[in-house]
């Protein structure tokens, strides 16, 4: 593995249904991130861990739950998915422990549909 | 509450200059980033800027002005490669990236 991983690429989903999207990173970034991304609209950040053991909500973080049980995988998780969480999701990873920039890092996406 | 704005759309002939503004409203400021995004791809890291002026890398330069809430991002000799959307973050106060919409260039032979 190589950066940012996500699974599946593309889903779909019946409304109702239980699905977690998957992210494992093997950079050893201590922070990690979901958006989802609609169109017209920039990203937008549901859930976030800024180190293994934590996590935080972000502006969107209605219907949606992860967990961050080691440094290299945070699962997203909706428990019963509605038409509005149609979207595509992005998982990120920085390392915010030292200097730099600090930038975000992006796995390929997960083209999520819930009929 | 907290605000990015970009153009939505912008075209430019290949081999030309373009400018691509970006104006922000947030609680705090910890810097400011451009990211490119190919269709159906993840965005990619462009560039960073945390104090004003400018920063230069390669045919790509950002320029940033804190007291007027103002970036730009100026694409030179530009490549049909170039044709993707560019997204600006900024960075609050509470270390979490608010983003713009995101300007979509088409380049044009």
């Known amino acids: 593995i190589a950066g940012i991983t996500q699974a599946p690429t593309s889903q779909i989903l019946a409304a109702g249904r239980r699905m977690t999207l998957r992210c494992t990173q093997d950079m050893r970034h201590n922070a990690m991130y979901w958006y989802r991304q609609d169109l017209g609209l920039g990203l937008r950040l549901i859930h976030y861990s800024n180190t293994a053991g934590t996590t935080g909500k972000g502006e969107v973080p209605d219907g949606y739950s992860v967990s961050r049980a080691n440094t290299d995988d945070f699962p997203l998780t909706l428990a019963s998915a509605v038409p509005s969480q149609t979207s595509v999701y992005f998982c990120a990873s920085s390392d915010s422990s030292g200097g730099g920039y600090n930038e975000q890092f992006f796995g390929p996406g997960t083209r999520l549909t819930v009929l | 509450g907290q605000n990015i704005d970009q153009p939505t759309e912008m075209t430019a002939t290949e081999g030309a200059i373009v400018q691509i503004n970006c104006t922000y409203q947030t609680s705090g400021f910890n810097g400011l980033f451009w990211y490119q995004q190919h269709a159906g791809e993840a965005p990619t890291f462009l560039s960073y800027n945390v104090l004003d002026g400018l920063e230069e890398k390669g045919r790509f330069s950002s320029f940033l002005s804190r007291s007027k809430g103002y970036s730009y991002l100026l694409l030179k000799e530009l490549q049909m490669k170039d044709s993707a959307s560019y997204l600006c973050?900024?960075?609050?106060?509470?270390?979490?990236?608010?983003w713009g919409a995101g300007t979509k260039l088409i380049i044009k032979p």
């Open positions: 973050a900024v960075r609050d106060s509470n270390y979490q990236l608010i």
